[in-house]
């Protein structure tokens, strides 16, 4: 019933998480209303988003340069690194201003049943770099989602790190964090409160 | 806290109609995820939209060519021609099968208060069409929403076509839509039923 380039756009609308068909065609009829530069900004901030951003060569978050902001600025404390799943993770983190320091982001957890093996993850970069670290790194707070790959995850980087760098400190969030939830979604107050009372692990 | 170019495609994102901060984040950082043909894709089928398609000349609905695939269909009876405010309101009236006439798309409602007056509307390419039409119009459905302007809208239309053709029969869509709602979310039933039981103005 539509013509080819709106059901084109229909269906690119609708790949995107939590939008349905019926809003994709809202979406789509929106973007043939409003004039050709809107669209056209939007168009193009996708195209940049993906030719400009790429991972930070220390710590793999969103970055526009080599580096990203993060490991960019001398105020932030290079010796408290906290470790979370992915990159959408750090903004949640950031806007409770609980952690200072830096960060690092696994790419996932570790799930064998999913093929998803600690070699699929960043995790070689962190030993090194929590190893190579000048300041010496002082603590790791393992941030991972309290889910079971989550937990996994966080033993398993726990377990490494009494090995191979067994004077820094290893925590974990405080549980206070909905079990099962999703870091990326929890409100400033909670997750604020889980950073204030993370545990040694 | 974001690199410049995730900034800009989460601003964009949330320019769209129901999609919060929360919400456009988590769709720039799903994009930021996906590979880049697949995030191409969806800003090609962006610029493509707004490149390829215009409005039918006769009808105005969204065409990929000079007509609409409606107009172009020899199929659709051309004596009825349904009236809506908005291209987005054919998709529903389509879907419920009860309608194998025309369109013709006003690009909004009448609204004074708004500035919205009949020269701001498709209505002289509308009363030219019924009144040049080869075979003669028998049946105009006005399927303007049942709110304030959509009714106002309405009751105009059906004062002119008295006028200027009265063998013309004028008809509105039954009540039985929610009053005060909007047409484009009306379920096929009762849209369909609406359709069904339409009552000369």
Known sequence: LLAPPVQRLVTELGKLPGIGQRTAQRLAFH??????????????????????????????????????????????????????????DVLPIERTHEFRGRYHVLGGA????????????????????????SPPVREVVIATNPTTTGEATALHIAGVLRERAPEVAVTRLASGLPVGGDLEYADEVTLGRAFAGRRAL
Chains 1, 2 share one sequence.
Request: charged share 35%.
């Open 31 to 88: 973007l043939l209303r409003v004039d050709a530069e809107e669209a056209g900004a939007l168009a193009d901030a996708i195209r940049d988003v993906k030719a400009q951003i790429r991972e930070c060569e220390i710590c793999f978050n969103l970055a526009d340069e080599a580096r990203c902001r993060i490991c960019q600025d001398e105020r932030r404390d290079p010796a408290v690194i906290c470790v979370v799943e992915e990159f959408g």
């Open 110 to 133: 570790l799930s064998p049943i999913d093929g998803v093996d600690p070699e699929d993850l960043h995790l070689a970069e962190l030993y090194r770099r929590v190893e190579q670290s």
